[in-house]
């Protein structure tokens, strides 16, 4: 990872971690405008190398329960990668091409950033919401919209673009190499603790309005918020 990664990620994981919104506001911001330097190289990297690189896999942690993690995947999954999570821990292997996993995990941490806030404020306008019900349904949500809003970017930059050749490329190559992997995965057992309306509410209010460019210039943003 690029030291510009590095630099970027820190930023955002401090936002994650502040209960004060200006000093939230302020690192996501620096973060930001940062990300959009490292979406133009990673752009130049892509067509310069695309076609060299190989799928490689990455341990990410996840603090903050298996629902935090869903965010993750669901990121995954939408930017031609492949996630599941280490039984037992808090970490999640990624799959894919380096560029996309240092995309992914970049976005995740944005993500995660912006809705820390969003959880805070639920929290206190729920109190009588337990407050590990209030994380886990909150992000049980947050996760499924955002895959939502994901997926119909993906929809809409496949119709504005005429390169996804190399798109669908990278993703049987990601596939087979998965699959080279010979793992076995077991089913997710679900959601068997309390159901919290009020947090799923929150969640997903919180994903519509959470920017998911990842510094990159997604036209359909402002549609799909």
């Excluded at 496949?158 to 992997?181: F, P």
């Excluded at 997710?188 to 919180?206: E, F, K, M, V």
Aim: one cysteine or more.
């Amino acid at each position: 990872m690029s030291d510009l990664q590095e630099k970027i990620l820190k930023l955002l994981k401090k936002a994650e971690s502040t209960t004060f919104q200006a000093e939230a506001d302020a690192l996501f911001a620096k973060a930001q405008e940062l990300m959009q330097k490292y979406a133009i190289e990673e752009t130049e990297i892509w067509i310069r190398d695309g076609k060299k690189e190989i799928p490689t896999r990455r341990m990410v942690e996840v603090k903050g329960g298996v629902a935090k993690g869903h965010v993750l995947y669901y990121i995954a999954i939408q930017n031609r990668c492949r996630c599941w999570r280490s039984s037992g821990s808090d970490f999640w292997t990624v799959v894919g091409f380096k560029s996309d996993i240092d995309y992914v995990e970049i976005l995740y941490h944005s993500v995660v950033a912006q809705s820390a806030m969003a959880l805070a404020f639920a929290r206190v306008a729920n109190p009588d919401v337990h407050h590990k019900v209030m994380k886990r349904e909150f992000y049980e949500s947050f996760a499924v919209r955002l895959n939502e809003r994901l997926k119909e970017v993906n929809r809409v930059q496949e119709e504005q673009t005429n390169g996804m050749q190399l798109v669908s490329l990278r993703e049987d190559a990601v596939k087979e190499y998965v699959d080279g992997l010979g793992l076995r995965f077991a089913r997710s057992s679900g959601n068997n603790g309390q159901y919290s309306g009020a947090a799923r509410d929150a969640g997903r209010a919180a994903a519509d309005k959470t920017d998911i460019s990842g510094g990159r210039n997604l036209r359909s943003q402002r549609e799909l918020s």
